[in-house]
């Protein structure tokens, strides 16, 4: 486990998505290699984080203090528990059937719009400057509708 965050016993609740417990099975890498797993029908197991960085890649090595996933379904259900406060992107993840992190992009800019979710802090490390490019204009256009409804 990584040092500070863990799998407790507990009910861990965003507003806006409910308990964590709820979610499928997923897979997340520390920095460490140190694995995360949250797993379906597990009631009382549920992240006990207030910070997390999550870095979406499928091939770069973890920066420390960052907890990786290789695929955007799993970059999502973290953010919908309300923990992460900032989300590194790479765009090609070696399978387009299972999604780009332009993806994450455009799920948090729905959240955004439609549920008033408050976005973590974005940045993009994509290698594909075209992909890099269309992802850093949607950061943007997420960051000033922020601004517009916080005002």
């Not at 897979?27 to 984080?49: F, P, T, Y």
């Not at 207030?50 to 091939?59: Q, S």
């Not at 090609?92 to 994450?104: A, C, E, F, I, S």
Request: with cysteine; glycine share 12%; charged share 30%.
């Amino acid at each position: 486990m990584i040092a500070g965050q863990g799998i407790g016993e507990g009910e861990c609740k965003n507003s806006q998505f409910g308990s964590v417990s709820s979610m499928r099975s997923i897979r997340a890498v520390g920095g460490s290699g140190d694995e995360l797993e949250w797993q379906d029908g597990i009631k009382h197991n549920c992240l006990r984080m207030r910070v997390m960085k999550v870095y979406l890649d499928d091939e770069r090595q973890t920066p420390d203090g960052w907890v990786r996933v290789y695929w955007p379904d799993e970059a999502i259900e973290l953010l919908k528990t309300g923990a992460v406060t900032d989300i590194s992107l790479d765009h090609d993840l070696g399978d387009d059937k299972r999604g780009t992190g332009y993806d994450v992009v455009l799920w948090i800019e729905e959240q955004v719009a439609l549920h008033g979710f408050v976005p973590p802090t974005m940045m993009v490390h994509s290698a594909n400057v075209s992909a890099r490019t269309k992802m850093e204009n949607g950061i943007r256009a997420i960051e000033a509708m922020v601004r517009r409804r916080d005002g």
